[in-house]
């Protein structure tokens, strides 16, 4: 399929996943805007991703997302830069063994992994077409998601694990994009979040091992950005393409709306 002409914002795009998912996208002929935290190796990945495909149409914005105010700076950019997201993928995430905080004080993976991706899409909202089914926001969770939200320990101040942190983040991230989806709905906005595979990232060789696919296998990231038979289906999470039950917590309203007003409260971040 030919994607000239429409635009990708794929967070975490300087490695693993999101750097193939940006290579894949750039193949297509999509305009593809790369993020990255270091701008040495994301000038270096983009240019990698110029002389490979062929396509000029790649761009790099950096930014820490351990700090709120870098998201902020990013999308003041974007801004500046483009009039129109089509498609906003939020692939970057952490894997932390030690607990940690972020600039602002919040623990590190939910800060990297949640407020993040919470606050970086209400900034980037208005840049996404509305009313077009092709419009699409897509949230990068895990299998290795919990299955419960304990609210007085969210930020792991007792009984710290790497392990546990990541799975409460990637539940927190299913649970955002069920509520995006509900609220964006009327507009047309499309809201999906998926696993992105088994697959021998960093992160995963650090964790676990080689235990996954070649990252150069790894296309369910870019197939959900892009496949028509994704279009007008939304509030789903997916796992290997298929339509897949998520924690049962992550269906219950009064823990979405909870969750979503700490996120407010932690990121300033404003939704319709």
């Avoid at 110029?50 to 990013?74: V, W």
């Avoid at 990297?112 to 949230?139: H, Q």
Wanted: include cysteine; hydrophobic fraction near 40%; glycine fraction near 8%.
């Amino acid at each position: 399929m030919s994607l000239s002409g429409r635009v990708y914002l794929i967070t975490g795009s300087t490695d693993g996943i999101g750097k193939h998912t940006a290579l894949r996208l750039a193949q297509a002929g999509g305009t593809v805007l790369v993020h990255g935290r270091n701008r040495a190796k994301g000038e270096k990945v983009v240019e990698e991703l110029k002389t490979a495909t062929g396509n000029p149409n790649i761009e790099l914005f950096t930014a820490d997302f351990s700090s709120l105010d870098h998201i902020r700076q990013m999308s003041r950019e974007v801004h500046e830069r483009h009039s129109r997201i089509d498609v906003l993928i939020n692939n970057a995430g952490v894997w932390e063994n030690q607990r940690i905080l972020s600039q602002e004080g919040y623990e590190m993976t939910l800060a990297v992994n949640v407020l993040a991706p919470f606050l970086l899409t209400s900034l980037l909202l208005d840049l996404i077409p509305k009313g077009r089914v092709d419009s699409r926001i897509l949230i990068v969770s895990s299998m290795t998601q919990a299955y419960n939200i304990d609210f007085s320990n969210l930020q792991f101040e007792r009984d710290y694990s790497g392990f546990a942190a990541y799975g409460l983040s990637k539940l927190c991230d299913i649970v955002f994009s069920y509520e995006l989806s509900d609220r964006l709905r009327p507009l047309g906005i499309i809201v999906n979040c998926c696993d992105p595979g088994t697959v021998n990232t960093n992160m995963l060789m650090k964790s676990y091992g080689p235990i996954g696919i070649p990252i150069e296998q790894a296309d369910n990231e870019f197939y959900l950005a892009t496949d028509p038979k994704f279009t007008g289906v939304t509030g789903k999470y997916f796992v290997q393409l298929q339509d897949t039950s998520s924690a049962s917590i992550s269906y219950d309203i009064k823990t979405r709306r909870r969750l979503w007003q700490i996120m407010e409260q932690m990121t300033g971040a404003t939704y319709p």
